[in-house]
Structure formats: C-alpha cells, structure tokens
C-alpha cells in the first residue's frame, strides 16, 4: 500500500507559476512510476506527465509542454510538478499516482494508487 499526499495547490493568476509537490509513504517510493493527472469540472481526468522510477526519464502531454516539469526525489519520496505559464484552462483539481509498471503510462485506470488532489485556479 502506498500512500499519496498532494500539496501546493492554491489561485494563480495567468502567466504565473505553481509547484506542486506529492509526498508518498508505505512501500518502496522508488519501485513505482509516479504520474500527474487532472481533472476539471464536467470533465474526465486527464493525463499530465509521467516520471520513470529513477526519474531519468519523463512525459508530458502536449498541452503542456514546455510549460510544465515532473521530477521525483526518491530520497524524499515525492515527486513535483513545476507548473509554468499557467493558463486559465490549467485549472483543474491536479491528482498523483502510482503505477508499478517501468513504463510512462498515460491511462489513468492503469495506476494503482491516488493521492486526494490539490486544487489549481487559474485566473485571467
């Protein structure tokens, strides 16, 4: 069992910038792919990006690329989302996940753990 905890969440205006941090605890932190997902109102969860166990190598989805960065800390067991150039349709309710693939998977039944989410308005 792996436990998740989103924070950093908060009200943004356009154009500025949010971290986003999700701190794990039960198993082994490092045994899990770790992704990003979010959901906005009347709207299916969506992928956002995805980090390899080792956090060597990442995945975003178009929208936000170049905008946003994932980046894990497996000494700390939490992983980031350094949001950038926020814009009014970032906003959403942002989810972490876990899946014990060695893959970047982008389906969101595929993960196996959630956190509770972190909310993220962004203001035009």
């Known amino acids: 069992q792996v436990q998740l905890v989103e924070s950093g969440g908060g009200l943004v205006q356009a154009g500025g910038s949010l971290r986003l941090s999700c701190a794990a605890s039960?198993?082994?932190?490092?045994?899990?792919?770790m992704g990003w997902f979010r959901q906005a109102p009347g709207k299916e969860r969506e992928f956002v990006a995805a980090?390899?166990?080792?956090?060597?190598?990442?995945y975003a989805t178009d929208s936000v690329k170049g905008r946003f960065a994932i980046s894990r800390d497996n000494a700390k067991s939490t992983v980031y989302l350094q949001m950038n150039s926020l814009k009014p349709d970032d906003t959403a309710v942002y989810y972490c996940?876990?899946?014990?693939?060695?893959?970047?998977?982008?389906?969101?039944?595929?993960?196996?753990?959630w956190g509770q989410g972190t909310q993220v308005t962004v203001s035009s």
């Open positions: 980090i390899t166990r080792s956090g060597l190598t990442t």
């Open positions: 996940a876990a899946h014990p693939s060695v893959a970047l998977p982008r389906v969101a039944a595929s993960y196996i753990y």
């Open positions: 039960g198993r082994t932190f490092s045994g899990y792919t």
